[in-house]
């Protein structure tokens, strides 16, 4: 969601020794003034001593407690350990070194979590104690902490119980949506097939398709491919998610004073989501005109009629604002991860024309060249499953996974971790966890089938992540993905533009997503 957005980033905690910490830097700072005035210091002696005063205050602020787990032994002041650590390989290169719990500067001191068992033992068995958000000034400046996402607490439970409520009223699990996620399959597999099997960008036109599911869902309504303003606002987003993994964030969350007034790509992300923010502003205003609650038509709608109900509880959240951040929340975590997968999707095809015929030869016997998939034939079709599951494994769509925040202090693995520190429970050390897969760094759907073929779970699949905070839209994500995914396959042959090598080459930033590329979709 928004905060697949919160992934990357890091921030400047409250600190219990700030009480003790402004104390100090008072008495100093006067001391400083009356030595200054009276001719004792020259003014270059006053700034050497300041200078040297903050980075004592800020050694002092970010001793590591008694038992916390281990680290980079030193860090430079201020920005820790934020230039010389690689953020997509943060888990790779200090867990060699300190093992599966580590921890690294970033601002503050955060604790990295890694591999299937200590991240099931800390999402799952202590759930309750990782359950929470930090609170960032990025996204504090964009959504208030507010929405389904960044909140905590009371407020989160009750948003997050309506939301899924609602979404299986407007057909999530039924056959309802599979209908209409079916009938964007035709419109996109139109859209395709108007290129003649000419060379063509895959991102945008899949973006819109998988866009006007959630859309349908929370506005009520889908836009069409044609539809320039539909097509920027993706655009923006897509650019937005980007950017909310760059150095740039990190350091707007660490000195947000200085970073609110200074230029660079940090501003597009406030400007982006702003602009993103007035067009659900104005679905809501419309939604608000023609509102009849007695027939609602979609998550806004609901929304509407929960606000009266909860008018005398102001702590459960629903209000107009929070409708918004709930609604952008939705929208935005309803397309971006989704459309990424699918995107990596048609990229592994034309990487592995082998195994797209295999998944083609499956269609065929299943569902023949023309009746779509539903959901009941998944079951039948196990090859096609295990290929999506080991997309969405390679895929690694939130390396990261997103930040949580410790509810109380609390033990894990033997390591002691203060109340209000920050931990990445990270899903790229589960989804490669090289303990729990044959070939953990080699595209092989068979780590999803058995001897005989047939489909199998697997405990360290865990893509949309778990325990309190799994995502909310894995049901959705699972349906969309299948229903878009067959229908592709089933109509075209993807293939790379003549003398074309394709490549797995990837951006991070909130989220890991292909670099653009171009593929052909000859019909089948």
């Known amino acids: 969601g928004t905060q697949t957005l919160i992934g990357h980033s890091s921030v400047h905690q409250r600190c219990p020794r700030a ?34 005063l903050l980075i004592l205050v800020d050694l002092i602020k970010n001793k590591a407690p008694k038992n916390f787990p281990p680290g980079p032994p030193w860090s430079l002041p201020f920005v820790g350990d934020l230039f010389r650590i690689d953020s997509d390989r943060i888990h790779l290169q200090v867990a060699e070194q300190y093992g599966n719990i580590f921890s690294i500067r970033m601002g503050q001191r955060m604790v990295f979590v890694n591999g299937l068992k200590p991240v099931k033992e800390a999402l799952v068995e202590q759930g309750e104690n990782f359950v929470d958000r930090p609170s960032l000034p990025l996204f504090t400046d964009i959504i208030q902490n507010k929405g389904l996402v960044a909140s905590n607490g009371y407020q989160w439970k009750q948003q997050r119980r309506f939301a899924l409520h609602t979404l299986r009223n407007f057909g999530l699990g039924k056959k309802s949506l599979e209908s209409q996620t079916q009938v964007e399959c035709r419109f996109l597999n139109e859209v395709i097939g108007n290129t003649q099997g000419q060379p063509f960008e895959p991102i945008s036109v899949v973006n819109n398709a998988v866009a006007n599911i959630i859309s349908c869902l929370v506005f009520g309504d889908r836009f069409d491919y044609s539809n320039s303003y539909f097509q920027t606002l993706l655009k923006l987003m897509n650019e937005a998610v980007y950017l909310e993994g760059s150095i740039w964030a990190q350091l ?56 009266e109900k909860w008018k005398d509880d102001a702590e459960a959240g629903f209000n107009e604002d929070n409708l918004c951040y709930c609604t952008l929340d939705l ?150 993905l299948f229903l878009f995914f067959t229908s592709l396959l089933q109509q075209f042959t993807f293939s790379p533009p003549p003398g074309v090598e394709p490549t797995l080459e990837s951006k991070v930033g909130a989220t890991h997503s292909p670099k653009p590329y171009k593929l052909c979709a000859v019909p089948r």
């Open 19 to 52: 009480p003790v910490l402004r104390n100090i830097s008072q008495t100093i700072t006067a001391t400083m003034s009356v030595l200054s005035l009276s001719g004792w210091l020259d003014l270059s002696s006053v700034l050497i001593f300041l200078f040297v």
């Open 252 to 307: 707007y969350n660490m000195f947000p004073w200085l970073m609110r007034r200074l230029p660079g790509p940090h501003k597009k992300i406030l400007s982006h989501w702003a602009i993103v923010i007035g067009f659900i502003k104005l679905k809501i205003k419309e939604h608000k005109e023609d509102w009849d609650s007695s027939t609602p038509r979609d998550y806004i709608d609901s929304f509407f009629s929960e606000m």
């Open 331 to 480: 929208f935005a975590a309803g397309t971006e991860t989704t459309s990424t997968t699918l995107n990596w999707a048609l990229l592994y095809m034309i990487k592995y024309p082998e195994i797209q015929e295999k998944v083609q030869v499956e269609i065929d016997q299943v569902l023949g060249p023309s009746r779509l998939a539903t959901m009941a034939d998944r079951a039948n079709m196990p090859y096609t499953d295990a290929v999506i599951h080991e997309i969405q494994r390679m895929g690694n769509i939130i390396p990261l996974n997103l930040v949580r925040l410790t509810t109380e202090d609390t033990t894990l693995r033997g390591y002691t971790i203060p109340k209000g520190t920050m931990v990445m429970a990270t899903l790229h050390s589960v989804l490669f966890d090289e303990i729990e897969w044959e070939t953990p760094f080699a595209f092989n759907p068979g780590h999803f089938l058995d001897a005989e073929g047939k489909f199998r779970r697997r405990d360290a699949f865990l893509p949309f992540s778990a325990g309190k905070r799994v995502c909310l839209g894995e049901q959705l994500a699972r349906m969309e």
